[in-house]
């Protein structure tokens, strides 16, 4: 079997969308639209549609990157046979053949071969129960003209991206926050929760952005709106619901036998199931009509992944492995494992260099597709401009693996911090006065400022995630920001209860609570996001086959249930036990770390990113690379984004120089 080239009908793109709700509401803007859309346009470069109401009340857009289904029969903005149907819709349903046989079954019919018209007609049989059918990675809107009601949806994990700002008489949507900014109708007022947000964390949180009057679509919901506007999200899918589910603390007797029974009682049984379920997951994800690549690392994630699409049977897959200079020979260097894993597996593999001389001509581009600010991203940016090289649309990646499967440090440290500080944290003042006494002495030494955050975040589930995964800690934001600014913004943003929603319900498992918190936080709100517009940025779209719905809960009750702690094999384990052929033993034994990039040393070197130099504490020789990155990622993005007028608020002036802590 040769390169994956099959089945599935459908495209990746960018959809917007504005309803007049109000009847004093003007009607819509046909450049406005466009504008919208066409800002979009390398989400896709291969076809652009619209749709307007007869009323000129609604209007709808969608501009398309050809993946599957490349014929004009399934082109969108797509309407039911009557019309009184509309969608714009971004994204993948991996299910959709099962959907169109049931339905066809039951007399519906089909002109096209796009798991679109299998959206509209199930939408006529099930209406938003149709939610809970779907597997896949979509974000689309529905107009419903008969109820005069229009539907935005997301995903459960929140993959693909969708954005909303509502004026009081009118409702704006868009994929990306820029394109919303470039209709020219937006407000670009700042948003002080998004803003605090990304210096906390090193992404900005969802459902906030960096601008008051655009919000996210929260992932595993859907936004009602009609005559009166757009209601609060009703959610419809929670990734802790289903880890708190699958322990099956309630109801009590029944609810426990129904996890036994799911879960094999040995160790091979354990692993025949999950290779089953990652097997059958990477097979949905390889559908498409034009040829499917992957992104191939060092670590054993995208190792395993290669290899579980060898066991499929694909031959001659195309790897991409990015390297830079700077890191060529050392233990940095992705390189040679790569080539290791991909001379096992047979691919067609291609080792991408980069320097900084490339970055800095890619700059502007890098920021301007950069939607919303983030610490991450250049890694994703260069392995999908190497991979578009080739001649990809469409590339796997193993993200999701360490979510999935307890690979960070946080599924040890985050337990461990709870049980030493839940009784010291309880203390009245003792953290506030803990945290002043070390920062006195981190300001006149080399010790790690949020160390001094222990006493008063540690004891908590939520605290101590602030200090596995923060950047800046909350006393320090006044180092970078406005002082007004931060305050407001952590008024309105209130981490720590933002946090505990991930794991609300609880998933009562110390396992589910730490992969919820990851999932739904630093996945949904960095890597995800990150995924879409770096690979957008190329016009390539890339997939995350361990990032499914239907594969957490098919594995939620071994992963997640007390039982499942006593089985032999770790955790991580059952993912590169679930290959036929074995990983490479050096992939393997390597150390768990991060994917790196130079961006520290060429903030030293390069004066296009050395904006940092001007705050005190940023200047610090033990400042971390990511704080100083943050702050230049933040400039770029003031100066990137169209409409921007008042982002001079976001960061602090140089003058007053911030006191140096």
Known sequence: MGSPKVLLKNNMCGIATIFAYDSNAPAVNRAELRGIRDHMALRGPDGAGEWFSGDQRVGMAHCRLSIIDLSEGAAQPMQSEDGSLVISFNGEIYNYKELRKSLAQKGYLFKTQSDTEVLLHLYQEKGERMLHDLRGMFAFAFWDAKKNVMLLVRDPYGIKPLYYAN?????????????????????????????????????????????????????????????????????????AGLLRSALNDVPRGTAKNAVIAKRPKDDEAIQDQVREALINSVRHHLVSDVSVGAFLSSGIDSSALIGLIHDLGIKNLETVTIAFDEFRGGPQDEAPLAEESSKLYGTR???????????????????????????????????????????????????????????YRSFQHIPNSVRTFSIPSRIPFLGEVFRHSYSSIAAFSSLQPKLGGLMKYGGTCAGAYLLQRGLFMPWELETVLDKDLAIEGMRKLRPLEHIQQAITPDPKNWFGRVAALEASLYMRNQLLRDADWSGMAHSLEIRTPFVDFQLLKELAPILISKSAHKISIGKKQLLSGSLRKPLPKAVLQRTKSGFFTPIGAWMKTEPEYNSWRRIPSLVRKDCPWARRWAYVVMEKQKMSSLRAKRSNLSLRSPRPLAASR
């Open 167 to 239: 004026d009081g008489q009118t409702l704006r949507a868009a994929s990306q926050v820029k394109a919303l900014l470039a209709g020219g109708h937006v407000s670009n007022d700042p948003e002080p929760a998004g803003i605090v947000g990304f210096f906390l964390t090193g992404s900005v949180p969802e459902p906030f952005t960096m601008y008051q009057e655009i919000r996210q679509v929260p992932a595993g919901s859907f936004v009602r709106v009609d005559d009166s506007g757009p209601a609060e999200p009703e959610y419809y899918a929670s990734i």
């Open 349 to 407: 593999h291609h080792t991408r260099i980069f320097t900084s001389a490339e970055f800095k001509n890619d700059c502007e581009h890098f920021f301007e597709a950069m939607d919303q600010p983030t610490i991450d991203g250049v890694n994703t940016y260069f392995a999908s401009k190497a991979a578009r090289e080739i001649g990809l649309k469409v590339a796997l990646s193993g993200l999701g693996g360490d979510e999935l499967f307890g690979g």
